[in-house]
Structure formats: structure tokens, C-alpha cells
């Protein structure tokens, strides 16, 4: 449904300002009706990505259909399929639920029996039955949202684009705007694809793609993602982290890796993780502040494929500027 081919944004430099690469030849495909997340820090070239396949901004090279069409050929015909949901808010805060939802109505010709009924339709699974008079701003970030997904869905998209959508929702309204828009995408079977930084939001999706510099380092199910990682994984905190680390290399033969502030032993299995803990504790005890075992998620597949393309220190660093 959604097909990028060799995809290259490139922003042009000055005298004062390099030429950035925010995309490099990218290539992707989400199938009709699945639910994908695409993740990355910031300037991993998310955002870039998201003006492109909204037709807000041209692409240095390459090409994106969206249900079969061209968007740069025949953006009318995208357009007509397409439903965005900004990261910014697009509703007016000042005018009502009922008006921005007309707006909304009119935009798109709507009008009569016929906005009723989808109007009804697009409403029928929000919280927001009893407040269509009252003004946007003084609704809470959840229901906000709640707001912003109904008038997008008023028109049926097949598919539906959505830029970190959960930004400044308390988990409550999280959880609840993400349950709702699984139950939408299933029920209606419309292709998603959402970006996301916070990984907690991508194990119930159908798959992840993780960039980073412009490039797709990952993409498959979070299952698959995880088993790249092992069924499970050593994680010690230590009072010298990068000379625990060479010692355990030299000594033990491990291959371990530093990442932030932990030496990680990863791609162990069942069973495997227990008796290299006792290992390391019977050699290196002193040394060792806190040491775990744990199952990988999706955070510790990110730092596992991303820490591959750049330095270790270079990601501690991006690490703490983007909260992961």
C-alpha cells in the first residue's frame, strides 16, 4: 500500500551551512492493512520522511506510491486516500468539537444526511459524545487527540499517516488514544504507519522500522527484531565500565559492548545467561555494582542496531539527548 523506492532528501547547503542528507536511498514497503511504526532519534530523518509522503516536501531522487499511485505524479489521487494526523496540533482550540469537525466536513465537500452519517460514524468510539459544543481548549491532550483522529477518519483514508501522535499525552491517554486506534485500524483494515520514539507503543504492531542518519538500519515484527538480540541478555553496571568490559573481552572471551553506562552481553539463550552471570561475579565481584538478566525488548534492539552504525560514545551522547 505504501512503497518507497531509493528514496535521497538531501537539504542544500550555503557558505556558512553544509548540504545535509536527511534521507539516503531508502527503501521501503508497508503492505495493505498492517500497522507499522517507524522509529529513530531525532535526526534520523523521521520528520523528513513524514513531509515527503504527505506531499509536503519534493525528494532530492526517487520514488513513493501510496495505493498505487504515483505521489508525485498524481498527488490528487494520494491525497484522496490519505488521512494525517500531525504531531502539532491541527485543530483550531478556539472553535468547538462540532465546528472543527465541519470544517474539517467542508474541506472535503462534505455536507447534509451524508456528513451526518460519517460524522456519526467517525465519533461513534470517542469520549467526546456529550461534548461536541465545548471548545477544544478545555479538553484534556487525550481527548484533544481524540478530536484530531475523529475528523481524519470522517473521510475513510485507506491509509493513515500518523507523526508521533502520543507526544505530551499522560500514559492514560496514551494507552487509551493507541487502544482505540488499533481497534479503528483492524475494524476498518486501513493501512497505518505511525512514527514513534517511545517503544513500548510497537510491540502490539505488525512491524518496526528503525533509522538512523537518514538510513533504514531494521526492518521486520518486533518479535523478529527481539530474537536478533537472543532470547535473553546480560546487563552490569560497574564501578569502571569500559575496563570491566576489556577484561571480560581478554579474560573470558566475551563479546560485550558498552553502551551508556552498561556493559551488555547479548545473543545468549535460555539457559546460557545464569551461568556466565556466576562467572563473572566469581572473577570480577569487586568490580560489579548491579548485574541483571534480562529479556530484550524493543529499546535494547534499538541500542543494538544502532550502536553498530556509529560509536558507542556517539550514542551515549544521542541516547541522553532523546531519552531513550
Avoid at 534521507?23 to 521501503?28: F, W, Y
Avoid at 498524481?74 to 468539537?97: C, M, N, T, W, Y
Avoid at 485507506?158 to 499522560?170: A, C, I, R, S, Y
Wanted: glycine share 8%; with cysteine; net charge negative.
Amino acid at each position: 500500500m505504501i512503497r518507497i523506492d531509493s528514496l535521497t532528501h538531501v537539504y542544500p547547503g550555503s557558505r556558512k551551512v553544509p548540504a545535509r542528507v536527511a534521507i539516503s536511498d531508502l527503501t521501503l514497503a508497508v503492505n495493505e492493512g498492517e500497522f507499522v511504526i517507524l522509529s529513530g532519534p531525532n535526526g534520523s530523518g523521521k520528520s523528513s520522511l513524514f513531509r515527503i509522503l504527505c506531499g509536503m516536501a519534493l525528494p532530492t531522487s526517487g520514488r513513493v506510491s501510496i495505493g498505487g499511485f504515483d505521489l508525485f505524479a498524481e498527488p490528487a489521487r494520494v491525497r484522496a486516500i490519505l488521512g494525517v494526523v500531525f504531531q502539532s496540533p491541527a485543530v483550531d482550540k478556539h472553535l468547538s468539537v462540532a465546528e472543527n469537525i465541519a470544517i474539517h466536513a467542508d474541506l472535503y465537500g462534505l455536507s447534509g444526511a451524508g456528513f451526518r452519517k460519517l460524522r456519526d460514524e467517525a465519533l461513534a468510539w470517542t469520549d467526546l459524545g456529550d461534548r461536541l459544543d465545548q471548545k477544544v481548549e478545555t479538553l484534556s491532550g487525550g481527548l484533544a487527540r481524540q478530536v484530531e483522529l475523529a475528523k481524519v477518519l470522517m473521510t475513510n483514508p485507506k491509509v493513515l499517516l500518523l507523526d508521533e501522535p502520543t507526544t505530551g499525552l499522560d500514559p492514560v491517554s496514551r494507552r487509551s488514544f493507541l487502544d482505540a486506534l488499533h481497534r479503528l485500524q483492524q475494524t476498518r483494515g486501513m493501512t497505518v504507519l505511525m512514527t514513534s520514539h517511545v517503544f513500548a507503543e510497537a510491540d502490539d504492531v505488525d512491524r518496526v522500522a528503525i533509522m538512523r542518519q537518514g538510513k533504514l538500519l531494521a526492518y521486520d515484527s518486533p518479535t523478529a527484531l527481539k530474537a536478533m538480540i537472543g532470547t535473553e541478555m546480560v546487563v552490569i553496571h560497574a564501578r569502571d565500565t569500559e575496563g570491566l568490559a576489556e577484561r571480560l573481552r581478554a579474560d573470558m572471551g566475551l563479546a560485550v559492548r558498552c553502551i551508556g553506562d552498561e556493559v551488555r552481553l547479548e545473543e545468549t539463550e535460555n539457559g546460557e545467561s545464569l551461568p556466565l552471570l556466576e562467572k563473572i561475579l566469581e572473577r570480577y565481584r569487586p568490580d560489579v555494582l548491579t548485574i541483571s538478566i534480562k529479556q530484550p525488548g524493543l529499546d535494547d534492539v534499538f541500542v543494538h542496531v544502532t550502536s553498530k552504525a556509529v560509536p558507542d560514545h556517539a550514542l551515549a551522547l544521542d541516547l541522553k539527548r532523546t531519552g531513550t
